[in-house]
């Protein structure tokens, strides 16, 4: 059988590994030239730049089955955070870290005794939840969520929405509660870490696992017509299965429209003598004219991420903005008023503009039928976008793709 995976994302890279699993050789066509999609870094002037502040969370059950954590040398942030004002910042820590330490930590400053054992409370009870309890849970805005669960004004702004707009990329916390908890369950139950070599040091594994696939890069798919995958440059490959594992809907006309917009963030690079912060943790910026959400020195979490000694800063701005060719000097205005060290010692490396960080997604989900997956009989599709936007779910749309192409195959009828 001749399969062809369109995309080397994490979900193509994990259906094209269980299509090898199953005995089948399959094509991967990449448009790009390097596997990992939206998970990259780039080496400029001897620092790592992951092209958008990300984490592995190590829970993720889809991370556990298929990645080999030792060989990524896992560098783990520190639980807790540190919350930045102008004129002081303070850390919030539970010193006697166990797993559930970032959200059970010291909230004193931050929120009220009732928040703690609420925090507390909710730890015990995603807990005990399974993920597809949790998916399928009531679904409500994560803020309506927060204010229902009983949670203070002052502990929502002060640490729940700088914290989370970080993560879904969006400033309102509109995105469904089932996605919160997933995450709060998931920040419980294990670290936020980044490989010592960068997170494309996650698809680069995923890729070193792949003996029998064909993998082609600088190969854009243009349209699929009936079985023929029809490239860029002309040429047509003849396929008997397809698994889509980017958006469809620029690949098949009947899926125009059929996807919500994406989520983008501004994630900009600055080199410094030494770091500010001095640890393993977020900065979060609760502050509502600053544009900065939050800020990470890269080279307290991992040193290899800088060859030359110095302090690398990531810094994440969720907002719009109007005016993008200053961006980094606001910045580095916010970054003088955050730290008092001079917007002249903050040296601009390099700006990312990412549109389609991450989906938009009505009815998130952790899991999906084989219907889902296959949408003609010879074609499936993967991909974040099918249930939520995080390496877990890709992982797992890819694993169904497959599951759902294998049934099919068997299927006489
Ligand atoms: C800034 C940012 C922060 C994030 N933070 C986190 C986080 O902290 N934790 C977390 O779990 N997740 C996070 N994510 C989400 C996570 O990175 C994605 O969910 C996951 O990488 C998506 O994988 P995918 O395979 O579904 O899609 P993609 O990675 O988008 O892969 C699609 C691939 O298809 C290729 N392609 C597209 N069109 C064609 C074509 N016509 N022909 C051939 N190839 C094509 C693309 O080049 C790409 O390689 C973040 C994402 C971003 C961008």
Avoid: W
Avoid at 30 to 56: H, N, P, S, Y
Avoid at 93 to 117: C, E, Q, W, Y
Avoid at 122 to 150: A, C, H, P, R, V
């Amino acid at each position: 059988m001749k399969v062809i995976v369109i995309g080397a994302g994490v979900s193509g890279l994990i259906a094209a590994y269980e299509l090898e699993r199953s005995g089948i050789s399959p094509v991967i066509l990449e448009a790009g030239d390097r596997v990992g999609g939206r998970i990259a870094t780039d080496e400029v002037d001897g620092f790592l730049l992951d092209r958008g502040f990300q984490v592995l969370l190590t829970a993720y059950p889809e991370a556990r089955r298929y990645l080999d954590y030792e060989a990524l040398k896992l560098r783990k942030f520190d639980s807790g955070a540190i919350i930045l004002k102008p004129g002081g910042a303070f850390t919030i820590h539970d010193p006697g870290r166990n797993p559930s330490a970032i959200f059970g930590m010291a909230f004193s400053p931050v929120g009220t005794l009732v928040d703690k054992l609420k925090i507390f409370k909710l730890n015990k009870e995603l807990n005990k939840k399974t993920i597809d309890d949790i998916f399928e849970s009531n679904d409500m805005s994560t803020m309506d969520f927060l204010k229902q669960y009983g949670f203070s004004e002052k502990i929502i702004g002060q640490f729940f929405k700088p914290f989370f707009s970080g993560v879904f990329l969006e400033n309102d916390l509109n995105t469904s509660s089932r996605m919160f908890q997933f995450v709060f369950k998931m920040f419980g139950e294990g670290f936020a870490a980044i490989p010592e070599g960068g997170m494309k040091m996650i698809p680069e594994q995923l890729r070193s696992k792949l003996h029998k696939t064909d993998l082609r890069l600088n190969t854009q798919v243009e349209k699929i017509e009936d079985h023929q995958v029809i490239l860029k440059n002309g040429e047509i490959l003849q396929a008997d299965k397809i698994i889509i594992a980017c958006r469809p809907d620029r690949l098949l006309p009947q899926m125009q429209g059929q996807l919500k917009s994406y989520r983008s963030v501004y994630n900009l690079y600055f080199s410094l003598e030494k770091s500010f912060l001095a640890q393993p943790l977020i900065g979060l910026v609760t502050e509502d004219k600053f544009l900065i959400n939050n800020i990470v020195f890269a080279t307290d979490v991992s040193k290899t991420y800088s060859i030359n000694g110095k302090a690398l800063l990531s810094v994440s701005v969720v907002k719009g903005v109007e005016n993008q060719e200053s961006l980094d000097q606001l910045v580095r205005i916010e970054l003088e008023a955050l730290s008092g060290i001079a917007a002249k010692h903050f040296k601009h490396i390099k700006t990312y503009q990412i549109n389609e960080a991450l989906p938009d997604v009505e009815d998130m989900k952790a899991d999906l039928p084989f219907t889902n997956s296959r949408i003609f009989d010879h074609i499936f599709l993967a991909g974040d976008y099918l249930l939520n936007g995080s390496v877990n779910a890709a992982m797992t749309s890819g694993r169904k793709a497959v599951e759902a192409l294998l049934l099919t195959s068997q299927d006489p009828h």
